[in-house]
């Protein structure tokens, strides 16, 4: 999955990791829970660390909400009318609950992440369905927090308690062990201190925390022993981590991925979403001296113009952007970037805009997101003067978007006839195709024998797609640990 830092409000289809030797009620029965995941990958993560939580207490995953006892929208307030689409599902979940009332079975109801814990009380007052509201920091006391709602109570909590949800990953039950897939996020860092004028994680997930590298390195030791080969670590600002040490001392990201880097079975290391000013020198050279650490760097940007980054209160200046673009590509040359990019802020004018193509331009992403600005309440740039028309902002999306698909595709066609390592995640759409990822975070799709799933393989890519790479296996060059890349003349 990419990384999509102020992703669309859309649910993902996440399966939350099955558990072997779940817990059952005192009478044997098992209850099931459905969590629907919306927003970015920090979600996907919390989603999964609730079904950690509730699995000693009887809960198995199903992706049939008809079938759940419990069901949990883990919800995500980055776009514009983030909350009414989670009043709408929960329209939809009242009938779903109705139906399974006729036959006599109960279904509670949940509101968690970050539409929790902006509107907290008004989601009870307008959802008289639901039984409790969590807030992102406090999904760790869901047990008790289930058991104040079945006693008839509406349960809303949204402390900003984030120590304790961090304490509380470390003491993860041995019972619900995992059987996980290849590749697996761990959350490092949460909240921001930057206070983008664009943003509201700094309302809805607090001040920048980071977990402390024992916390961390242990989590990662237990997805190993689990079976996964590559972790994404994420933050809020990820590359503004400063976790405590052992010793009291307080690590950066750059030392904590060379840490990683030393974890027996953990093969592949990434990290997201970064911002420009926390980019020191120590993950720069992490960069250039870790194998494991992929080629792949998500540095948003948001635009290429002075006035609106000033604007943005990103406290940066393009050239600044470009002086740090060019320190990296010295460090690790085969890095390909990605980006965000907003179209219409506040104040954007044609020549703003021209600004952004023209960086765009000048860097030359692998990839990128973009989006038109919308107006999150509570944020400064909800009130600011300027606000461009929707047509405006909408025809230089399309004029934006066309620039980096070009970009996309451009570098894509670049891999065809090249030799690289694939790590193997999931059966495809077909029958004998597997799909894996590419160094640079590209679906790589191939015909190969299900049982390799989980491997990392040398593939040589014969085909290029829209979106995808297609490839076939190299015989004899199974589980390397080549994370460059060999000309098709060198195999």
Known sequence: MTSRPEAEQEAIPTTVSKKEDIAAEPNGAKRKVFVRTYG????????????????????????????????????????????????????????????????????????????????????????????????????????GLLDEAKKGRKVVETEFDIDAKFDHLSERAAKAVMKRAPSAFLTVQEGCDKFCTFCVVPYTRGAEVSRSVAQIVDEAEQMAASGVREVTLLGQNVNAYHGEAADGSTWGLGRLLRRLAEVDGIDRLRYTTSHPRDMDDDLIEAHRDLGSLMPYLHLPVQSGSDKILKAMNRRHTRDEYFRLIDRIREAAPGLALSGDFIVGFPGETDQDFQDTMDLIRRVEYGSAFSFKYSQRPGTPGATMDGQVPEDVKSARLAELQALVSEQQQAFNASRLGMIFDVLLERKGRNPGQLVGKSPWL???????????????????????GSNSLFGRLIAGQDETDNFGVLPTSAA
């Open 442 to 464: 590209q679906p790589v799709q191939l015909d190969a024998p299900e049982d390799l799933i989980g491997s990392i393989q040398a593939v040589e890519i014969v085909k290029i």
């Open 40 to 143: 970015c990958q920090m979600n996907v993560y919390d989603s999964e660390r609730m079904a950690d939580v509730l699995a000693p207490e009887g809960y198995q995953s199903t992706e049939d909400m008809e079938d759940a006892d419990l069901v949990i929208l883990n919800t995500c307030h980055i776009r514009e009318k983030a909350a009414e689409k989670v009043y709408s599902e929960l329209g939809r979940i009242r009938k779903v609950k109705e139906e399974r009332a006729k036959s006599g079975k109960d279904m509670m109801v949940g509101v968690a992440g970050c539409v929790a814990q902006a509107e907290g009380e008004e989601i009870s007052r307008r959802a008289p369905i639901v039984d409790l509201v969590v807030g992102p920091q406090s999904y760790q006391k869901l047990p």
